[in-house]
């Protein structure tokens, strides 16, 4: 088939980069399944000035010429939690990167997010890969918009246990009262939280396959992995767990991805247990499924993609 036929999947990428969430972005650019519309940053791993640079320069390193826009500096209700023993006191450090090569929207993310919506003949797919801060002010915002939505692809929870506290992954820890807005909102909400994405490592020798293709995205993706490693190694992982990386893979390859259909809350008060996400295994509530939880993968299936991905980049430099 002929690519430039396909009809392709309009999404808008919503995130704090971070080393998994621009490889995240690095797979979605690399796809032509995919459509870009709209890049926003999020209060999340670092500052918003810090993630907002970094996503310009990310776009620029990529060559996504979709409009970019800085996000909401804090949670709805909460202060930010940087995370720099994990993405460094930038956010995203390691290698250089180049200058951002485009102006940022004059729009904020809300409303670039909107008119993005607004535009698009298609229902859009909202790709978040931070706390969810700004997809929950878009909907409380734009309730008439919820059905230019065809789903919201988040990485963020897990429904067996936390990395920020024991209880609550990162991202929905940040802002748990704009995550509880998304779960109730009834678009589709596809989490990758930490059952899956803890299984998404990516080895060292993996990133020597990167690297050996050798463009400069492959390169640059080799060094962030090698980065985001050196946390993780110290803590006991066999290799980067590239979380975000999840929810690109799991639309375009759901056959690698095993998914159950839960109903999920997630828990905003308790003394140990805030920002929890909790599922109901067993239908004890007996309230339909709201959140297509994904639980497993094919490690090796997703390492290859990620090989298969930076290849996409081939011929493309910019300068840094
Ligand atoms: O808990 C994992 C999440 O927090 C990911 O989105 C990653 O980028 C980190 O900041
Ligand atoms: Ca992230």
Known sequence: MDLSELKKIPVILDGDPGHDDAIAWMLTKASPVFDILAVTSCNGNQTI?????????????????????????????????????????????????????MELSQLGAVRLMAKALQESEEPVTIISTGPQTNVAALLLAHPELKSKIARISMMGGGIAYGNWTPAAEFNILVDPEAAVVIFNSGIPVQMCGLDVTEQALIFPEDFERIRAVGNQVAVVVAEWLEFFYKFHREIGYAGAPV??????????????????????????????????????????????????????????????????????????????
């Open 49 to 101: 000035e810090k993630t907002t640079n970094n996503a310009l320069r990310v776009c620029t390193l990529l060559g996504i010429d979709a409009p970019v826009a800085r996000g909401l500096d804090r949670g709805l209700l909460t202060d930010p939690i940087p995370a720099g023993n994990i993405h460094g006191q930038t956010g995203l450090d390691g290698p250089a990167l180049p200058e951002p090569g």
């Open 243 to 320: 979380h975000d990386a999840c929810a690109v893979a799991s639309l375009l390859h759901p056959e690698m991805f095993t998914i159950r259909d839960l109903y999920v809350q997630v828990e905003t008060t308790g003394e140990y247990c805030r920002g929890m996400t909790i599922a109901d295994h067993y239908g004890v509530t007996g309230k339909a499924p709201n959140v297509s939880c994904v639980l497993g993968l094919d490690r090796q299936a997703f390492a290859d993609l990620l090989v298969e991905a930076v290849k996409a980049y081939d011929g493309w430099e910019v300068r840094v």
